[in-house]
């Protein structure tokens, strides 16, 4: 998914992808997302994992991601120039993303467009702190963000209603583990397997989200 479609849907609220949002600072979020597309062939997948800032109506205007070692950013159009990204980034999200990957070098190439598009996003890069090592690539100078530090008191509280449903997913998911369990014995008798399901079961029911 592009950093604009991540935008576009959250700002939009629309179905098929599951956002799990974090503060870290003032109007920027660490997102944990899912397309929900793929659970249907019942497979694990990790979540997605990206930066999105807010404007003071709660609006989504800015993304980042980091895939590997390279960091990709979006800005919506009408927002540029006016700081929300080098805010976020200088404050919050450059520091999380050290801190996430073991203080790792993280690289920048510059976007293949040109012009106005390119400049600031160049200004923006070395207003953060990246140099450039060879021709529009660019390193992040950590050492800037060795002093900082992030607000660790910053909560998401839970939205209205939300601990009862995670409450009633809890539930939902003990009963689906119980119903293995039980088809295993049925089959194979009570072994390991079935032990371990039955404790795992044990654990889910009645727990509640505080």
């Known amino acids: 998914m592009r950093l604009t479609q991540l935008l576009l849907k959250l700002n939009k609220a629309t179905k098929g992808t599951l956002f799990l949002p974090k503060a870290i600072s003032k109007n920027v979020y660490y997102l944990k997302y899912w397309e929900l597309k ?11 994992v990206a930066y999105v800032v807010k404007d003071e109506s ?11 070692n390279i960091i990709e950013w979006y800005v919506a159009k009408s927002y540029h120039k006016l700081g929300y990204l080098n805010k976020a980034l200088k404050e919050s999200i450059l520091l999380h993303i050290l801190e996430q990957r073991n203080w790792q070098d993280i690289f920048l190439k510059l976007s ?12 923006i890069a070395l207003d953060a702190g990246f140099k450039e ?12 963000y060795r002093e900082k530090q992030l607000d660790k008191g910053i909560k998401t509280p839970f939205q209205k209603g939300q601990a009862e449903e995670l409450e009633k997913k809890i539930e939902y998911l003990s ?10 014995e049925i089959s194979a008798g009570t072994n390991p397997q079935t032990e371990e399901l039955h404790r795992i079961v044990k654990t889910l ?6």
């Open 38 to 48: 793929f659970w249907r062939v019942c497979k694990f997948s990790e979540p997605k």
């Open 58 to 68: 709660g609006r989504y205007i800015a993304a980042v991601r980091v895939s590997g």
């Open 112 to 123: 293949k467009s040109s012009g106005t598009v390119k400049n600031i996003e160049q200004k």
């Open 133 to 144: 090592i060879t021709n529009d690539k660019y390193v992040l100078d950590s050492s800037l």
């Open 175 to 184: 009963l689906a583990v119980y119903q293995v369990a039980t088809e295993i």
């Open 205 to 210: 029911r009645g727990m509640k989200i505080t």
